[in-house]
């Protein structure tokens, strides 16, 4: 007889792992026993189909589990008379991590919608195959005792279903019923509305027009009626938040095709298990108003992940609500009750519950460019799921905090990246605060919680880069600061596991290795190190941010032109006064830095069109140009001059405006704009890949959400016989720069 110990590490904690392990072992009659080791599944068999066991192992697996590595070794025969899954330990520690929170599954959906269900109605029925993981759980072995779920003891008949291994409710942590798991409540400012039906009095209280807070699975939404423009502008005025478009939620696929365009992939995205939100493009039957995503030719749309939500639209007849995160511009989403009834004043009543959030988590948010997917934002559905570096990499454990705005975190160990959830702008004191705490949360989780390094942004401002030295001290070890456009590039190259590449990195601003500004520029990195080849013309930004908030400062020192910039002396408050002004300030260099940026390029296109002149949100100048430039029907060309490897931005913006000023289409002179500067860039990246004898050409940074600029590089690249590289498994903006970080860190050391 055979005896075998198997150690599998991967996705196999809160999947139904081992009860498809017992099934397994009870179907080719091996006895022996499954458990948790901490971040491991320890198997033990004997019998004489252990072969056939290890190859059908991995390619039955639940739906959720995912096997990252299979250890196998011969052990003595012990004697066991049966198969049986055992009493966790955390006694092992390996790289393995719980999965993401999961849609609810059809099965658990139709329990709800069933009269005859039990969990009829029941807004927080879930089972081995969906529900919530990451934000409920305090720590590892994943079981019930270590998530908020414990405080919600198993009614006799949940615990039936809870302690058969045939049963797709065993061990599923987050089951409950009515009788046993969490309530939902509605609040009218602090005053509880008494209601059987909480869940109805929101749907009807939503159909009047009223603003609803609503606590979710990790955090909670502000929601509206999408049809009413009354309810979206007044949501606006609450919030203080006049432009940003709103994402909406809607009850089903058809609905999102009655106003959207949609390709294949999108629709296996948006109905996927994982359910971000995807930005699709509007068609022609759009019927929301204006106010709902102004100035843009796309919106973001998901559908409803949680039972929660299903049961929203089946108690209402909207097919669309708003469902924005409840939170102030930079701060993290509210979730305690307590912070949730304090809304009062933006919110005209609260639907909440009392399952605490442990790990607050934000919607998830990608966009399809040419068809190929792009995370703008990798949170719910897909945090904490770990990257596989594709590298030769020491053996130490690094922390990596990414830059400040749009930050996630990330931990390595071995050759696993565990990257964090959103957390959004760290110059907010509550987000950098939060940011600790989701540190500590990661640290539980993953069981990693002594570094060897600390990687960070090169700025020496940033509240990330302070936070390093903290931890540098705390953890006795080294501090790596990582120049924030090869961190973007080392993240893209990951992605395919290549050795060298030449990256245009575009974004609004990164600190250079010469202590200025960067964000239009040309690199080739071979992981460890980066050499910057080439870059937008250098330009002056007076007043620092004043520049970035409203872009005619920028076109101003763009254009250096005093009869070019004439032509909008009413975009400046104060007049020819101002303009007088900004030029005397331009040239005592008080308060003015330098800048490569693309961002900066593009608003102050946009300013010059006269599309955006004052920055309500991060990115509006450029994605309201992105808009326009959309609906371009003409082939207009602006000319593109290089020379020394520097893209001539003054020249460009000068044409821009002389264009204008002659009357010609605004979206064809948009267009235009930004497939000069997207072929500048991709000029020198072909010329610096000719020089070095590079084929591969990626695109990173915030730049390459724009699809128009994206497929003209990619084009124009590949038109010239390189290959063209995007992300597709991370975010060409701030949201993967830890991960690059913390490659860089294990590869240097």
């Known amino acids: 007889m055979m005896a075998k110990k198997i150690l599998t590490q991967g996705i196999v904690q809160g999947v139904g792992f081992r009860p498809y392990i017992y099934r397994l072992a009870k179907d080719l009659n091996l006895n022996g026993y499954v458990r948790n080791l901490g971040n491991v599944v320890e198997i033990i068999l004997e019998g004489e189909n252990i072969d056939l066991f290890i190859e059908r192992l991995p390619k039955e697996l639940p739906p959720i589990a995912k096997i990252d590595s299979m250890k196998t070794e011969d052990i003595a025969v012990e004697g066991f008379d049966d198969f049986t899954i055992i009493e966790s330990s955390d006694e ?90 969490p309530q939902m409540k509605i609040y009218k400012g602090s005053e509880e509305i008494d209601s059987d039906n909480p869940i109805k009095i929101a749907a009807d209280k939503l159909k009047e027009g009223k603003i609803i807070s609503i606590k979710g699975i990790g955090g909670t939404h502000l929601a509206a009626d999408a049809y009413n423009d009354k309810a979206i502008k007044e949501l606006r005025k609450r919030l203080n938040r006049p432009n940003q478009a709103f994402a909406v939620m ?309 254009l250096d032109d005093g009869e070019l910039i004439g032509n909008y002396v009413d975009y400046f408050k104060y007049g020819e006064m101002e303009i007088k002004n900004i030029y005397k300030q331009l040239e005592a260099e008080i308060n003015v830095g330098l800048t490569t940026s693309t961002g900066r390029v593009l608003d102050s296109v946009s300013a010059a069109l006269e599309i955006c002149n004052t920055r309500t949100y991060e990115g509006e100048c450029s994605m309201k140009l992105e808009s326009v430039a959309y609906y371009s029907k003409n082939d207009l060309e602006i000319p593109f001059e290089i020379k020394d490897n520097v893209l001539n931005t003054r020249e460009i913006l000068r044409e821009v405006v002389r264009l204008y000023q002659k009357g010609e289409n605004k979206a064809d002179i948009a267009n235009a704009a930004q497939n000069a500067i997207a072929k500048g860039l991709s000029q020198i990246a072909i010329e610096s890949a000719d020089k070095k004898g590079i084929f591969d050409i990626g695109a990173t940074g915030g730049v390459f959400y724009n699809e128009a600029i994206t497929n003209t590089c990619k084009n124009y690249i590949e038109k010239n016989g390189y290959n063209f590289i995007q992300h597709k498994n991370t975010c060409a903006g701030d949201g993967s720069v830890s991960l690059g970080q913390a490659i860089v860190a294990k590869t240097i050391l």
Not at 108 to 126: G, H, M, S, T, V
Not at 349 to 366: A, E
Not at 403 to 418: G, H, Q, R, S
Not at 515 to 530: A, H, K, M, Q, V
């Open 250 to 558: 809607s009850k089903d696929l058809s609905c999102v095709e009655n106003y959207a365009r949609l390709t294949d992939n999108e629709i296996a995205t948006i109905t996927s298990n994982k359910r971000p939100i995807v930005v699709l493009k509007k068609n022609n039957n759009y019927n929301f108003p204006e106010s709902l995503a102004p100035g843009l030719h796309n919106i973001g749309v998901m559908l409803p992940y949680s039972p929660m939500h299903y049961l929203l639209f089946d108690e209402g007849d909207i097919d669309t609500y708003i469902m924005t995160s409840a939170n102030t511009p930079g701060e993290p989403m509210m979730i305690t009750n307590t912070e949730i009834l304090n809304l009062d004043g933006i919110s005209d009543y609260s639907l909440i519950h009392n399952r605490r959030i442990l790990n607050r988590c934000d919607d998830s948010v990608i966009r399809f460019r040419n068809d190929a997917l792009s995370f703008i934002r990798r949170s719910r559905g897909y945090t904490p799921e770990p990257y596989k570096i594709n590298y030769e990499v020491n053996d130490l454990n690094v922390l990596a905090l990414g830059p400040e705005l749009d930050v996630t975190f990330a931990i390595a160990k071995d050759n696993m990246c565990y990257p964090s959830q959103h957390i959004g702008n760290t110059n907010k004191l509550k987000t950098l605060n939060f940011m600790k705490e989701a540190i500590e949360n990661m640290e539980r989780i993953t069981k990693i919680n002594d570094f060897d390094a600390i990687a960070c942004d090169l700025h020496p401002h940033f509240f990330t880069t302070k936070l390093a030295h903290e931890f540098g001290d705390e953890f006795e070890c080294d501090v790596i600061g990582v120049q924030h456009h090869h961190a973007h590039s080392v993240a893209l190259a990951n992605d395919y596991g290549l050795d060298e590449m030449i990256v245009i990195a575009a974004d609004g601003v990164g600190y250079g290795s010469d202590n200025t500004s960067w964000g239009g520029e040309i690199l080739y990195t071979d992981i460890n190190n980066f050499e910057r080849l080439g870059h937008l013309q250098p330009h002056k930004m007076p007043g620092g941010d004043m520049a970035t908030k409203h872009p005619i400062r920028m076109l101003l020192s763009i």
């Open 92 to 181: 092992f520690s390996g790289v393995s991590v719980i999965p993401p929170d999961i849609a609810i599954c059809d099965s658990c959906l139709n329990e709800i919608r069933n009269p005859k269900d039990r969990r009829y109605k029941y807004p927080f029925n879930a089972c081995t195959d969906c529900g919530p993981r990451f934000t409920v759980i305090d720590s590892v072995p994943y079981d019930r005792v270590r998530t908020s779920m414990d405080e919600f003891p198993l009614c006799n008949s949940c615990l039936k279903e809870y302690s058969e291994p045939l049963n797709r409710r065993y061990h599923g942590e987050a089951i409950c019923c009515r009788d046993c798991g």
